[in-house]
């Protein structure tokens, strides 16, 4: 299986803050990486599929970046609703799996 | 609007199983593969397994193979999702989540990608003696 693995799990941070989360693949998945969002009782929402290809109806502060490896999800002005937990997720094997969710929370 | 509802909350004593329905509405629901994810309290996505709801082919986790089962009904467009020799463990939210080919375009190329871009609004499974 292909392991993700992301950093920060938690990360504290203020409205208006730029921040980055990291996410690094056991092996190379080219670009083949989802983003979700997921606030507190509620189903994963998809922000970014292709690594860098925004889904409809999503924010444009929502940005990523990345291929193989290592990639980046950038929220360039956070805004109260942002404050959710973060998830990688890679679709380049039929067996797909998740990181570990990066926590953003309020300052 | 497209829609995934699941079914009502259970509890389940350990070595008992549990089946939860995810019905679908507003689109072709046989041209769309479904996955299923579960979330244990407090942790993380754990993906189990996807169905193909045009023929019924799966592909399972390895860690659920023996005790998963997903199959559907095309007359009712609903997918189930059935785990036997339930254990504490096994406690957790269900979702089903619909697989959305999503394409971009890479060097004048168009690429297809997968995403889960409909999720239904989860089941809880409460395994207890």
Redesign the interface.
């Known amino acids: ?1 292909i392991q993700m693995t992301q950093s920060p799990s938690s990360l504290s941070a203020s409205v208006g803050d730029r921040v980055t989360i990291t996410c690094r693949a056991s092996q190379s998945i080219s ?2 990486l ?1 983003w ?1 969002q ?1 606030k507190p009782g509620k ?4 922000l970014i ?2 690594a860098s ?1 925004l ?1 409809s109806g999503v924010p444009s502060r929502f940005s990523g970046s990345g291929s193989g490896t290592d990639f980046t999800l950038t929220i360039s002005s956070l805004q109260p609703e942002d404050f959710a937990t973060y ?1 990688c ?1 890679q ?1 380049y094997s ?8 990066t926590k953003l929370e309020i300052k | 609007q497209v829609q995934l509802v699941q079914s009502g909350a259970e509890v389940k004593k350990p070595g008992a199983s549990v089946k939860v329905s995810c019905k679908a509405s507003g689109y072709t629901f046989t041209s769309y593969y479904m996955h299923w994810v579960r979330q244990a309290p407090g942790q993380g996505l754990e993906w189990m397994g996807i169905i193909n709801p045009s023929g019924g082919s799966t592909s399972y986790a390895q860690k659920f193979q023996g005790r998963v089962t997903m199959t559907r009904d095309t007359s009712t467009s609903t997918v189930y999702m059935e785990l036997s020799s339930l254990r504490s463990e096994d406690t957790a939210v269900y979702y089903c989540a619909r697989r959305q080919r999503l394409e971009t375009m890479v060097r004048g190329f168009p690429v297809s990608y997968y995403g889960m871009d409909v999720w239904g609004q989860g089941t809880t499974v409460t395994v207890s003696s």
């Open positions: 299986d670009s083949y989802n979700y997921q189903a994963p929402k998809l599929y292709a290809s889904q998830y997720q679709s039929t067996g797909v799996t998740f990181g570990q969710g």
